[in-house]
Nanobody
């Protein structure tokens, strides 16, 4: 199975940018479609963005379209989330997830079998 470790979270101001990374180990990341989810305090975990195994397809929740970009480097077994124009409502713990190729739906967390432990992003207004 694959292990996932997120990095890059932090405290930023509204309007700033931040880039998250997720390092995969144990299995080649190219075996998996991958995604980012987030969970704010007191709220359920929600889908943010997903990318297919070779980077040829991406999918975003409406609230981050035009601001966030998901990408991957399979040679480095790493997933990224570039976050621009951050807002206070983007404050959450961000989780990296992986699923077997073409299994389930992009935005449903039940489709993803493997999860990282999360990295905190706090955006101050």
């Amino acid at each position: 199975q694959v292990q996932l470790v997120e990095a890059g979270g932090g405290l930023v101001q509204a309007g700033d940018s931040l880039k998250l990374s997720c390092a995969a180990s144990g299995r080649p990341s190219s075996n998996y479609d991958m995604g980012w989810f987030r969970q704010a305090p007191g709220k359920e975990r929600e889908f943010v963005a997903a990318i297919n195994w070779n980077g040829g397809f991406t999918y975003y929740v409406d609230s981050v379209k035009g601001r966030f970009t998901i990408s991957r480097d399979n040679a480095r077994n790493t997933l990224y989330l570039q976050m621009n124009s951050l807002k206070a409502e983007d404050t959450a713990a961000y989780y990296c997830a992986a699923r077997q190729r073409r299994i389930g739906t992009w935005d449903h967390e039940g489709s993803y079998a493997y999860w990282g432990h999360g990295t905190q992003v706090t955006v101050s207004s």
